[in-house]
């Protein structure tokens, strides 16, 4: 099983700021298939980023993701008020299990 | 509207049974692989189980493996969790989710159902 350790656990920045998250696998991630989610209080996971660098569909472009093999980030170039929220990365290569991060809680400073 | 509806949730005393269920409308259901992921009050997500469009392949994860049974139903659009020997460990809300084409990520989550296992 694919572990995937996300840093740092809590993320204090002011909007306008720049978001570095981070994603580490315990083995190399196959096809690159790591996503990103966004997840708000009270609400179910929405897609951002998949296939490590995609966004997905209505996702503005101040959200982008790179990375491949072990280590991975998603970039929140300006950050909105509406983009505090937990980040979770999530590998679903070839066939399960497929795991997540333990989560990134990025928090008005 | 792309949409996924569970039910079936509540509490429930640890040793007991629950089948969840989720509808799905707006797509064509049977083309699509499913999945159902759980987060626990307070914690991160985790990935229980995986059907294919045919349900042809099925997965689980270790935790549930033995215990829980995911199907299908095609013809009604809708994906099933039959949840046998309950644990407390086992309380979570439990999302229904669509895996996009090409495995372009998990697109499509339900808005959950909760499950409180009591002991």
């Known amino acids: 099983e694919i572990v995937l350790t996300q840093s740092p656990g809590t993320l204090s920045l002011s909007p306008g700021e720049r978001a570095t998250l981070s994603c580490r696998a315990s083995?190399?991630?196959?096809?690159?298939?790591l996503a990103w989610y966004q997840q708000k209080p009270g609400q179910a996971p929405r897609l951002l980023i998949y296939?490590?660098?995609s966004r997905a569909t209505g996702i503005p472009d101040r959200f982008s993701g790179s990375g491949s093999g072990t280590d991975f980030t998603l970039t929140i170039s300006r950050l909105e008020p509406e983009d505090f929220a937990v980040y979770y990365c999530?590998?679903?290569?070839?066939?399960?299990?497929?795991?997540f991060g333990q989560g990134t809680k990025l928090e008005i400073k | 509207e792309v949409q996924l509806v569970e039910s079936g949730g509540g509490l429930i005393k640890a040793g007991g049974s629950l089948r969840l269920s989720c509808a799905a409308s707006?797509?064509?259901?049977?083309?699509?692989?499913m999945n159902w992921v759980r987060q626990a009050p307070g914690k991160g997500l985790e990935w229980v189980s995986f059907i294919s469009s045919s349900t042809g392949y099925i997965y689980y994860a270790d935790s549930v493996q033995g215990r829980f049974t995911i199907s299908r139903d095609n013809d009604k659009h809708s994906l099933y969790l039959q949840m046998d020997s309950l644990r407390v460990e086992d309380t979570a809300v439990y999302y229904c989710v669509r895996v996009a084409r090409n495995f372009y990520g998990f697109d499509i989550w339900g808005q959950g159902t909760v499950v409180t296992v009591s002991s």
């Open positions: 999530h590998q679903y290569g070839d066939s399960p299990p497929y795991t």
């Open positions: 296939s490590a660098s």
């Open positions: 083995q190399s991630v196959s096809n690159s298939f």
């Open positions: 707006g797509f064509t259901f049977s083309t699509y692989t």
